[in-house]
């Protein structure tokens, strides 16, 4: 049983990454349909749901930047657009399972998504909608890492869910490339701030820590993850104070 207890209302930060193939890139129906499978479940079992989707599989910012000698904004706000087309796919996928679904988009667009409000996001959640969150926060020289952070405090969540690929928590060093790294289970902010770890930006952590908002760290390919968060089962690693 996690410290938290059973969760209602969460945000869910999917990266452009967890909806690629093998290459990185684009988008892979079958990498969609292990989140969609998740997210069906969640909320099933009755969780008021919000996604913050990434875009790193569709365009990244500072890479690009250099290799086009575009402007860090210019190329930030191509990025952010890469996180709107993410977050149609998704759209469209957990519909196709019957799941109701909005976007909200901090960059307007208003022909494929609404505006960002507040209050109407908090609504949808309660008629048992997902909300999708697209563009991040909608600045360049940020991340959706921060946007997730941002919207979780915005709607009163009761914890940051951020989702990895086949990597079930927070190691000391990258698993997927040193043998030897160890999980660390349970942290605190002071700990997620000063060692360096690969879990998010350093805003979007100083963010959670200023306000208390608990973050878990799970593998979102190993089915159930999601369900069994929700209902307080400790999954993962967990940062909170
Ligand atoms: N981005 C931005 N402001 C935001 C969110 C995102 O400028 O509030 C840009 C930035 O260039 C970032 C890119 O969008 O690198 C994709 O977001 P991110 O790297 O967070 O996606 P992920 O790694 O989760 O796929």
């Given at each position: ?43 099933e ?9 990434g875009g790193?599989?569709i365009?990244?910012g500072?890479q ?18 890469g996180?709107v ?35 109407r ?5 309660e ?21 997730a952070a941002?919207?979780?405090?915005e ?44 879990v998010?930006?350093?805003t ?37 104070r």
């Amino acid at each position: 049983i996690s410290e938290l207890g059973p969760l209602k209302r969460v945000v869910l930060k999917l990266s452009g990454e967890s909806l690629a193939g093998d290459g990185g890139y684009g988008i892979d129906p079958g990498s969609l349909e292990v989140s969609v499978g998740q997210v069906l479940e969640a909320v099933e079992a009755g969780a008021e749901l919000a996604i913050v989707v990434g875009g790193g599989n569709i365009f990244r910012g500072a890479q690009v930047a250099d290799e086009l000698g575009i402007e860090s904004a210019t190329a930030d706000y191509m990025s952010m657009l890469g996180t709107v087309i993410n977050a149609l796919a998704l759209q469209a996928a957990l519909e196709r399972r019957g799941v109701p679904t909005r976007v909200q988009s901090a960059i307007e667009i208003k022909e494929v998504a609404e505006p960002y409000i507040r209050r109407r996001a908090i609504r949808h959640l309660e008629k048992g909608r997902v909300v999708i969150f697209a563009s991040g926060t909608g600045n360049p020289f940020f991340t959706t890492d921060t946007g997730a952070a941002l919207r979780a405090l915005e709607i009163n969540a009761d914890a940051l869910l951020m989702a990895k690929n086949r990597v079930d928590g927070i190691y000391d060093k990258d698993p997927r490339v040193h043998g030897d790294a160890r999980i660390v289970r349970r942290l605190d902010y002071m700990e997620l701030l000063s060692r360096n770890l690969a879990v998010m930006d350093h805003t979007a952590a100083t963010l959670c820590s200023g306000e208390g908002l608990p973050i878990i760290v799970f593998d979102i390919l190993k089915s159930g993850n999601l369900r069994r968060i929700l209902q307080g089962e400790r999954v993962g690693s967990l940062v909170w104070r």
